[in-house]
C-alpha cells in the first residue's frame, strides 16, 4: 500500500500524514492500491488548479483519479494523485480550531475519497464525504 509523496513545502508532519493516509487506505480495503500525495503551497496549488479545472485563485485539494479498472504489474492498483495544500490546511485549521496536521490529514483522505469516485459538488455529497473522512480517520 505505498503512498508516493513529495512536496514543495516544508514544515508539515510527513510521517504522521503518510500514517494517516496510509490507514486510511487500509481501512478501506485498499492494502494493494498504490497513492501519489504531494503537499504544496498557495502558489504551486493555484497553477494545479489552472491546470487540472481551469479555474482561477488556491484550493484545499485537488484529486485526480486513475481508476479505469486496470490493475497495475503485481496486482497493484494505481489510485491516481492528490495534491494538498499546506497552506489552506494552516488556514482552515485556524477556522475550524483543530491542528493543522489534523487538517491537512482529513484534506489528503477527502482526496483519496475523491480518486475513489466520491463527489462534493452538493451539500448531500459534502457532508458524506465529511463523514467518511473523519470516520476513516478516528483513532481506534
Same mark, same amino acid.
Given at each position: +500500500?505505498?503512498?508516493? &509523496?513529495? *512536496? @514543495?513545502?516544508?514544515?508539515?508532519?510527513?510521517?504522521?500524514?503518510?500514517? #494517516?493516509?496510509?490507514? =486510511?487506505?487500509?481501512?478501506?480495503?485498499? $492494502?494493494?492500491?498504490?497513492? @501519489? %500525495?504531494?503537499?504544496?503551497? !498557495?502558489?504551486? &496549488?493555484? =497553477?494545479?488548479?489552472?491546470?487540472?479545472?481551469?479555474?482561477?485563485?488556491? #484550493? !484545499?485539494?485537488?484529486?485526480?483519479?486513475?481508476?479505469?479498472?486496470?490493475? +497495475?504489474?503485481?496486482?497493484?492498483?494505481? %489510485?491516481? !494523485?492528490?495534491?494538498? @495544500?499546506?497552506?489552506? $490546511?494552516?488556514?482552515? $485549521?485556524?477556522?475550524?480550531?483543530?491542528? =493543522? *496536521? !489534523?487538517?491537512?490529514? %482529513? %484534506?489528503?483522505?477527502?482526496?483519496?475519497?475523491?480518486?475513489?469516485? +466520491?463527489?462534493?459538488?452538493?451539500?448531500?455529497?459534502?457532508?458524506? &464525504? @465529511?463523514?467518511?473522512?473523519?470516520?476513516?480517520?478516528?483513532?481506534?
Amino acid at each position: +500500500m505505498p503512498v508516493l &509523496m513529495r *512536496a @514543495s513545502v516544508g514544515g508539515f508532519p510527513r510521517r504522521r500524514l503518510r500514517r #494517516t493516509v496510509e490507514e =486510511a487506505m487500509r481501512r478501506l480495503g485498499l $492494502a494493494r492500491a498504490e497513492l @501519489s %500525495l504531494t503537499v504544496v503551497g !498557495d502558489a504551486d &496549488m493555484i =497553477a494545479a488548479n489552472r491546470r487540472f479545472f481551469g479555474k482561477a485563485g488556491p #484550493t !484545499d485539494v485537488i484529486a485526480v483519479s486513475q481508476m479505469e479498472g486496470d490493475e +497495475m504489474p503485481g496486482g497493484e492498483w494505481l %489510485l491516481g !494523485d492528490v495534491i494538498v @495544500s499546506w497552506d489552506a $490546511a494552516r488556514r482552515q $485549521a485556524a477556522r475550524y480550531r483543530h491542528s =493543522a *496536521a !489534523d487538517e491537512l490529514g %482529513l %484534506l489528503a483522505v477527502h482526496g483519496l475519497l475523491h480518486t475513489l469516485g +466520491m463527489e462534493d459538488r452538493t451539500a448531500k455529497g459534502r457532508r458524506a &464525504m @465529511s463523514r467518511q473522512a473523519r470516520r476513516l480517520i478516528r483513532k481506534k
